[in-house]
């Protein structure tokens, strides 16, 4: 699987963050075609992965059939958020998931995240940020909202969890990039502006933009992590940066035990 280039730069962010944490089990949700599945199964995780998109599940089971042979993990169609409360997990994921709740139901996915942690564990958000950056990838997939290191750090104090760490990432290729982004969006799924919010977000799992999340197979010359090593450098350098386009975020809950 090629991914584009700033999801590549997430992974390798989260690849190391995890790197002095042993396996555990995960929880991801919003699993789309399974990137950050296949990662952390291949870093020796075990877990479980939802998502409403019965589409992009079927190539997150394509991606991660060796796991879920092996019993090391399984997929789940629906709503997380109203399903029963599995065993402990010790890492709850979700990338690109958050914006598209109501404030209610962002109460309620920390609510449920609390519920579902093991003791000692952990949180892991990737959200879209830089709320001046708001555009036609919002409006397309059913984003209520971009957030900064400020709307972040006041959300989790409403909530009652604590921040343990925050970055920006991509930044700046994913800027440098950005108008061609909105370009090839605008081009392929402007129309979906016309759907209902509910399905724009049960698509944004699922989507199919030429060169934007599809790729011919001679652009992974240029698209894997060697090659983008400087970008990640880059990103480890300015992950201060209000105008990054991702934000990264490990929280526990505040009556959570300190690590």
Not at 75 to 81: A, I
Not at 95 to 108: G, I, K, N
């Amino acid at each position: 699987m090629i991914l584009p280039p700033g999801t590549i730069l997430q992974r390798m962010y989260l690849r190391e963050r995890l790197r002095g944490r042993a396996p555990g089990r995960f929880v991801e949700v919003g699993v789309g075609h399974g990137a950050l599945s296949r990662l952390l199964l291949d870093l020796g995780w075990t877990g479980v992965g939802f998502d409403l998109n019965p589409t992009a599940l079927e190539k997150a089971r394509c991606l991660t059939a060796d796991a879920i042979a092996a019993g090391r993990y399984a997929l789940r169609e629906g709503d997380w958020l109203g399903a029963p409360v599995g065993s402990p997990a010790d890492l709850v994921l979700s990338s690109m998931v958050l914006e598209h709740f109501s404030e209610a139901d962002e109460t309620r996915y920390f609510a449920r995240t609390a519920q579902e942690l093991a003791p000692g564990g952990v949180a892991i958000l990737l959200v879209p940020a830089s709320p001046r950056h708001w555009g036609v990838e919002d409006e397309i997939a059913g984003h209520h909202r971009r957030y900064s290191f400020e709307t972040m750090t006041m959300l989790l104090a409403r909530v009652g969890w604590r921040p343990i760490h925050l970055a920006g990432l991509t930044y700046p290729l994913g800027n440098l990039l950005r108008p061609l982004s909105d370009y090839l969006v605008e081009r392929a799924e402007g129309h979906k502006r016309a759907l209902d919010t509910t399905t724009r977000t049960a698509q944004s799992g699922d989507r199919d933009v030429a060169f934007k999340t599809r790729f011919p197979a001679v652009a992974g010359l240029v698209l894997n992590e060697r090659t983008l090593a400087l970008f990640h450098r880059w990103q480890m350098r300015h992950r201060q940066n209000p105008r990054a386009l991702v934000l990264y975020v490990e929280c526990r809950p505040e009556a959570a035990p300190r690590a």
